[in-house]
């Protein structure tokens, strides 16, 4: 009876949690110990100080990769909500639970796939901010931002404007197409590449054409869409090929490989305008969260 009610006595350490979480959020520990400010021996250490705290492994190698057992699988759903729970309570003891409006705008490619986890996320912490969420292409939130109509957004770097947006990662342009679409035989008939591709102005438009005319492949544009969801679409049809990043790329889609020349790369950049000062809070908060989604994407 003693050992029973001292394995249920044990309280599990929100520091080593904390460490599991970050490290299976990024992917390797020794990610998460940069991140956390700590080295990695130490994070490794925690790490086995939780599962001995379990009695029960939590993380196995998969290849490269960790992976979560049966029973880390479990520790990681209650982690997070011990971690939110322990966070919240020390804002509200220093009254820096946030109040107000936060203004955010995402190009459309971060604002379908990694919106919906940022803002839960942050709701869940400031339940007291309202949210004003826009998806729209990078001209539109440019042009917020100058007009002061968004305090932040997340788009790509626009090319050829100096502007004071951190970069936070750079993505590969892919080549993406319908598996039935065979874009060998249309280059080896002369056939022009069916493009599928945003209305001007677009940097990856612009991108494609530039890398095709480069090397001397004929193109035509046989779709023009002002929507992300339209583009995806006539992808997905066989309409053509488009040029874009693997973020949000639908699962029936696949990238062209080697068949086309590479279009190269695009950062993406977070900008963000002025603001009060629980703003300046939001805007901070938000942008680390949004960092933390585009990092575990790339």
């Not at 599990?12 to 992917?27: I, K, N, Q, Y």
């Not at 599962?51 to 190698?61: F, N, P, S």
């Not at 996320?121 to 007009?147: S, T």
Request: with cysteine; aromatic share 4%.
């Amino acid at each position: 009876m003693r050992m029973i009610m001292e394995k249920l006595s044990k309280t599990l350490d929100l520091d080593a949690l904390r460490s599991f979480v970050t490290g299976m959020e990024c992917g390797s520990f020794a990610l998460a110990a940069t991140r956390l400010c700590r080295s990695t021996s130490a994070v490794s250490a925690q790490l086995k100080k939780l599962e001995q705290q379990c009695g029960t492994e939590l993380v196995v190698k998969n290849g490269r990769h960790l992976a979560l057992t049966r029973n880390g699988e479990i520790v990681m759903g209650y982690a997070r909500r011990l971690l939110m729970l322990n966070d919240e309570a020390l804002r509200a003891l220093k009254g820096e639970l946030l109040q107000g409006e936060i203004r955010i705008g995402m190009q459309e490619d971060f604002g379908e796939s990694l919106m919906p986890g940022i803002l839960g996320q942050f709701k869940r912490h400031h339940p007291g901010m309202r949210i004003i969420a826009r998806v729209a292409r990078n001209r539109a939130l440019l042009d917020a931002l100058d007009d002061n109509a968004l305090d932040m957004a997340l788009l790509w770097q626009p090319e050829g404007v100096q502007r004071e947006g951190k970069l936070i990662a750079q993505f590969q342009l892919e080549w993406i197409q319908h598996p039935e679409l065979d874009v060998s035989t249309l280059l080896s008939q002369g056939e022009p590449l069916p493009l599928v591709m945003f209305d001007n102005p677009c940097l990856m438009r612009s991108r494609a054409i530039a890398c095709l005319d480069r090397a001397g492949i004929p193109w035509r544009v046989v779709f023009v869409s002002h929507s992300l969801s339209g583009i995806w679409a006539a992808v997905q049809a066989g309409l053509g090929i488009t040029v874009r990043t693997r973020i949000g790329m639908p699962g029936n889609l696949c990238v062209a490989g080697s068949i086309l020349p590479p279009p190269g790369y695009l950062g993406a950049t977070l900008e963000q305008g002025t603001g009060n000062e629980a703003v300046h809070d939001a805007q901070a908060m938000l942008g680390k969260l949004m960092e933390e989604a585009l990092l575990s994407v790339k």
